[in-house]
């Protein structure tokens, strides 16, 4: 699989429409339409009242990490999701966005460690796993750690990695008024069950309170 393009999978397009959004149902159900025909979504739902959505688009760029324990920073080649939540009130519009990376690296140990096909194309396989990774930050189901953060992977496992602020892309107009900067989990593996720490496989399955003597 290919990730050195430099260009957005999903054009700057699609963030004027979001900012386009008012809080009635009608224009958020025409914003919807549209932001489905557009390159690279790989997600867009509406609650019943449609007044509420989620937008996920994909990109595939360099960016530049730096662990929070770490001075160094490193350029990697990633597919990036950014995910946009909006809700429609009387007085306007909220907007969360919040972001999912995967690197080189966490994409091979995932073909390495999970019943991927290694023949079959990957990308439908990490569009579920970033829209899994947004429901997990969405209901808080993070697994913390001293060193970084664990979420619970659709294949059995997690995928391990950190938080950090980005800034967003000049590039995206309005949307960076509104938003100058995003939190994105950044995905450095993937651990199989056997090889995740007692601790985060019981985290993982439930036992979100356990603690080890």
């Known amino acids: 699989?290919?990730?050195?393009?430099?260009?957005?999978?999903?054009?700057?397009?699609?963030?004027?429409?979001?900012?386009?959004?008012?809080p009635n149902a009608k224009s958020v159900k025409r914003?919807?339409?549209?932001?489905k025909r557009q390159t690279g979504v790989t997600k867009v739902s509406g609650s019943p009242c449609g007044k509420r959505f989620l937008l996920v688009g994909r990109y595939v760029k360099t960016m530049t990490f730096q662990k929070p324990d770490e001075f160094l920073e490193y350029n990697d080649t990633v597919i990036t999701y950014i995910g946009v939540r909006l809700q429609a009130h009387r007085a306007g519009v909220s907007i969360w966005a919040g972001g999912v990376s995967f690197g080189k690296h966490a994409?091979?140990?995932?073909?390495?460690?999970?019943?991927?096909?290694?023949?079959?194309?990957?990308?439908?396989?990490i569009d579920a796993e970033a829209k899994q990774i947004f429901r997990s930050w969405e209901n808080e189901a993070v697994i913390p750690e001293r060193n970084g953060q664990h979420y619970r992977a659709m294949k059995p496992g997690t995928w391990s990695g950190y938080t950090q602020d980005v800034p967003m892309e000049r590039?995206?107009?309005?949307?960076?008024?509104?938003l100058p900067r995003l939190?994105?989990?950044?995905?450095?593996?993937?651990?199989?069950?056997?090889?995740?720490?007692?601790?985060v496989w019981m985290r993982a399955y439930g036992a979100q309170n356990c603690q080890l003597l």
């Open 1 to 22: 699989m290919t990730t050195a393009s430099s260009q957005p999978l999903v054009p700057e397009r699609l963030f004027d429409l979001i900012m386009e959004a008012r």
């Open 31 to 35: 914003l919807l339409a549209r932001a």
């Open 107 to 125: 994409l091979e140990r995932f073909v390495e460690r999970s019943d991927v096909d290694f023949h079959a194309p990957l990308l439908p396989h």
């Open 171 to 178: 590039e995206w107009g309005r949307f960076v008024s509104v």
């Open 183 to 199: 939190p994105m989990f950044c995905a450095r593996t993937f651990l199989s069950d056997d090889e995740m720490r007692p601790t």
